[in-house]
């Protein structure tokens, strides 16, 4: 897989990969990404192409996303370590 290309946002990394003849759209936000699939479909050969699929819409939803990703990743960490009632730390006299 090799990078065709870099799509200019300011606070998301976002990146266009080709394998052989499939494409591939990579969006990340620091902690979490996110990548479609685009396959082999000749509207979206370069990175200008892919660049028109990431309207205002789209990215809203991204971010929406993101946002469930994030709950979803604190809600799980807090199953995995729960907070103690009581103190977390020793009673220092």
Known sequence: MRIIGQIDHPTLKISVFKNENRTFLKIENGVSEMTWKLGDDDRFKTTEAVQKLIDPPFLQ????????????????MSRLFPVLSGSEFETII
């Open 61 to 76: 939803e991204v971010d929406r996303q993101f946002q469930q990703m994030h709950a979803t990743r604190l809600a799980a």
